[in-house]
Every structure is written in C-alpha cells, then in structure tokens.
C-alpha cells in the first residue's frame, strides 16, 4: 500500500476537515491514553486464598492500581510446573469468583506452557500449574494466561470518546520502537478508568512504561 | 485519524491502480518477506575467542543461519553482571572485528544493565559486561545492545522492491497480536539476504516466531 499516497490524501481530508496531518481535527477528544504495563500476577478466590495464606486471611493492598478498587497486595506466591518456577509474583486484590495466573510469553516458555491469549475470566482450556503460598499449595488445571492487550475505559469516558464496549481498535505508540498494536479489546463499564493494558513482553517490544502514552485509532 | 474514512479512500485509490484493499496492486513484486527472531546472542573478536575458548580455536557451526556465511555455534558462554548471569549464551560466527552482545530488555532487567537500541557495530557508549568461557574470562566495557529491527536485503532483492540501503520502512503482522513495526532499517548488500530480524521480545509481543511472514510497508 502506498503509504506516502495515503498520507497526502489523509492530510487533505483532514485539511478539509479543519485537522492537521498529526491527525487532530478541532473539536475531537484526545485520544491519547495511559498505559498500563502488567508484570506477570495472579488473581485469587477466597478459598485459594484460605489455602495458600490461611484460613480467613484476606489479601492485603501494598498500592492502588489506577483501576478503582484493585490493588497490589503485598502478598506474593511462587507458580511452579514440572519444568520451571517462577518466584515472587504478585497477587491483584481484592479476591475473585476465578484463580487466573496472568504470564507473559517469556514466563510461559519458562514454565514450559502455551497458553492461550485471552481476556480476564475466559479461562476454559487454558493450562494450570501449581501455586505455592506461606500456609499451603493448590494445583490449578486451568487459569494461567497470555493476557490479551485491552482497553480499560468508563462508561463515561466511552461516550465521550465514542468507544462501545467489546469494541476492537489499534493504538499507536510514538518512539525509537514505536508502532500500531492492532486487536485492541475496549472493555467499557464503571468499574473502568482509561487505560491501556499491555503485558512487559509487548512493553519491552515496543519501549514502554507504566506511566507513557499511546494514541488511539478507531 | 479516521482509519475508516482512510480505509474507504485507500480502497478507491488501489482500485484505480488496479489493486484490491490488502494493498496487493497487480504487477508489483511481493513485500510479504520472512521473519527471523534473533534469541540473546553474541559475536567476538578471534582476540576474545582465543582468550575465551584457547589460543587458536575458532568458532565451530552448529547450523548455517539464513545470512549467508554466518552460522549459529557449538560454542555458548555464560554473560554476567553484577546483578545477575545468564548462562548457555549462543555465538554466532565467524568471528569478527568487534565483540557484540545482543539481548533482548527482558535479559537487560536481569542483568541490571539499560542498553541502547542499535544497529551491529555501532557500540559507542552501551555497557559491559563479562564474558565467560571455558578457557579463560573477558571483561568488555561496551558492546552490549538491543539490537535494532532491521531488514536484510541483498542488492538485487532491493533493486525489485525498490528498497535502498538505510531506508527506514514499516513492517506488519498478522494474526491475535497483530501490529505495526516502525523505524524498521534497511541493510542493502550482496551479503545480506531477504529477511526481517527482530529480538525476542518483539516476536513475543507480536506472537511470532523464525519462519513467520511480514508485509513491508513503505
């Protein structure tokens, strides 16, 4: 595709339509969100959590996430298979109805795992491994994921930005490693803030931190 | 920008060229190219190679790679910082005028180290480390990189997909994690041969692995 061509159409277009080439048109919201890099954690059920802490110990916040009610807990657990273990991962609080293990690519070849790419919750036919805590261990036969890339977003801010819930968009990403991630689920609900969540493998592939930016296209 | 308006406006554009939506316009040569995924390897000196594997011993193939001359070797060595060591590190031969290590930022964490983003060769002011082998030990105060994504292309490829040395282009992928890579170099040359080099971080992020397709935007 003749992008050089494009660009000239683009930048007529939005001319045209009272915008720039960098592609603002007057008038719009910004489409420049947060991003938030997620290190490989697990989410618990409470009587995950009974095993593996102790009867009744709930999971304690350490710090907030920017997403209203979740924190990180200053517990953490080891994940282990036959063929790796992984010390040290956070857990996300407060309790779930699922256990879901959340790794990347580089943790799955570690443990010796594919799993499957997917959104929180959407865990039948992924692989489990074990979970070590303090007070006990629980062998999970499903519930460690790749998690897919996804938009976190309030209802509010999804009418301003004209986003529905499930809908799929891109967003690009300025910089040395810059780029367009396209598959981009947008989860729109009021437990959500804007956000963008993506995993270290796609942060590292792409020169990202928690705390930078990227632009959406839809 | 509003991909969809761009969408429908590339579509008429490469209809009247005589081409369809996926960028394909009849007549030009293919930009789908295969993709290399470069695992943490390194490159010596015959200096370091003495030095690290004996007086005279030359690195020995262990499978040719796609660039022609330069193979994957039986040999490995173990890279080290103060903060960590990573062991079994491959090297690829033969050897040459400057020693080179390249990880991806998932290896760079664990060593403690923030090394630029480069091209091979261009090692002015990235960090040491130590290189460890069975014959004896090297300390180098510069060389190791993330290498920089970069296309091979030998002089008669580049002549039909009228590509010149250096040129910075894009590159897309397919498939769950699908995307845009950009600032993607160019390297024209009667050495070089048709392929997409990038680092294991970008193929996780990307879900791709050696032998996987690309389509080259520029």
């Known amino acids: 595709m003749d992008e050089a061509l494009i660009g000239r159409i683009v930048e007529e ?4 339509l009272g915008g720039d080439a960098a592609g ?29 802490f102790g009867p ?21 657990i080891t994940i282990a298979t036959a063929q790796g273990v992984i010390p040290n991962v956070r857990l996300i609080g407060p309790e779930r109805k699922y256990t879901q293990v959340e790794i990347s ?35 999970i036969d499903h519930g460690v994921i790749l998690a897919g890339r996804h938009l976190h977003c309030h209802t509010s801010e999804a009418a301003v930005l004209g986003l529905r819930d499930r809908q799929i968009i891109r967003a690009r990403f300025g910089g040395e490693r ?33 705390g930078d930016t990227a632009e959406l296209v839809y």
Chains 1, 2 share one sequence.
Do not use: W, Y
């Open 13 to 16: 277009v939005l001319h045209s």
């Open 24 to 52: 603002t048109v007057h008038g719009m919201p910004s489409r420049t969100v947060r991003v938030g890099v997620s290190n490989r954690h697990a989410h618990l059920t409470p009587e995950h959590s009974d095993i593996l």
């Open 56 to 76: 009744g110990r709930r999971l304690t916040p350490l710090r907030p996430l920017l997403q209203p009610d979740q924190f990180a807990s200053k517990e953490t």
């Open 105 to 139: 690519r580089t943790d799955a070849f570690l443990l010796g795992l594919d799993p499957p790419i997917r959104q929180s919750g959407n865990l039948e036919g992924s692989p489990g491994c074990v979970l070590i805590g303090p007070a006990g261990s629980v062998i």
């Open 178 to 210: 810059g780029g367009v991630m396209e598959n981009l689920l947008v989860r729109v609900g009021d437990i959500h803030k804007l956000e963008l969540h993506i995993d270290t493998d796609e942060a590292n592939a792409f020169g990202l931190k928690t």
